[in-house]
């Protein structure tokens, strides 16, 4: 049997055991996780008991519909896996795995995509129509999301192993790149590539629920150029660390968010990480002309207003959708390979893997579970 980290219900997490995982498919690899992050949206229904109000936000029209199709109808209803960052070794592959051998470090996509369907070549692989029969097919949200588990266990089964699992380049700490199956990458997709379109841009970050993306993607800015990273927070603890990047700190009220708060400049790229109507607002009005605005949150109402004769007028980009983390993943490590980007500043809580149950319900911006690799001692 393996264990599995589960979240039975708020601040109650345990392990429990579930049958081993097997090579079920020829193109499957069995693989371990021995480092494995918490991604920033895990801490609302272990903070919080949503479960039964979000059911009934549902049934009363006031959260999307959309939220069902993700977490179940009863949003985030324990027991079940959680967690969707990790890196793991690879400990068996299938007949017809021809990219990976037993002993390979490997970081795991927390989306399930097979790389071959018009949508995995698009590179949308979080909407996989290969893999998903609902909105997503994921780890660590739920049997509405597929029947993959969460990744803080023993053993999980990897389908299209060669494509879906990225070798880890020689000589990075794996605690470094803790969160590269879903923050980490996520903040890459939000500053790099618009950055490269606007060589020396500024950037705005709000920080807040989406508490390590907003960091990740301050850092990264500062790493590829930008002119300005302004970073904006209620939390003296995420301040911190945004000045240990290279970004310039501004401390706001909580909930007191507005475009009269922010720095007195415009932006050719904002990162929305407070989850809010207001913080939408309030990144696209700091825009300049041409800027883009990624949201990175759970926006969960039906009616999120955005001010679009604001954006018209001023040729804003709103781009807003989930992670695709596997198409950036080979050139985001590369980059820490070649950088020493230090992504591990963002981590706040480093805890044993057996620790797991009690560290997962911490109060802190980003907690990383280890143990050692098959056939390294503690």
Known sequence: ??????????????WRERPDPVLSEPRDAIVRPFVAGRCDGDTMPIHRHVSRAMQAGLRA????????????????RGPFGIGHECIA??????????????????????????????ECGRGLTAKCSTTRTSTLAAFGFGPASGPWGGMVADLLRIPYADHMLVRVPAGVDPLRIAAASDNLTDAWRCVVGPLAERPGGSVLVLGGAAQSIGLYAAGLAVAHGAEVVDYVDHRPERLAIAEKLGARA????????????????????????????????????????GGICTP?????????????MHMYANDATLKIGVSHVRPHLPDLLDFIAGTEFPAETVTTLLADWDDAPEAYRAHTTKLV???????VTA
Request: a neutral charge.
């Open 1 to 14: 049997m393996t264990r599995e980290l589960q979240l039975v219900r708020a601040h109650h997490l345990a």
């Open 61 to 76: 029209g006031f959260i999307d519909p959309v939220v069902a199709s993700i977490c179940g109808d009863v949003p985030f």
């Open 89 to 118: 070794e690879v400990v068996e592959v299938g007949a017809d795995v021809t990219g990976l051998v037993p002993g390979d470090v490997v970081v795991v996509p927390w989306a399930v995509s097979c790389g071959e369907c018009p």
């Open 250 to 289: 501004h401390p706001v009220a909580k909930g007191k968010l507005r475009r009269a708060g922010l720095p007195a400049r415009n932006y050719d790229i904002a990162v929305e990480g407070t989850s809010t109507a207001a913080g939408v607002d309030a990144a696209l009005r700091a825009l300049r002309p």
């Open 296 to 308: 990175v949150g759970y926006y969960l109402a039906p009616g999120t207003k955005v001010p679009l």
């Open 369 to 375: 579970l280890h143990r050692p690799p098959l056939g």
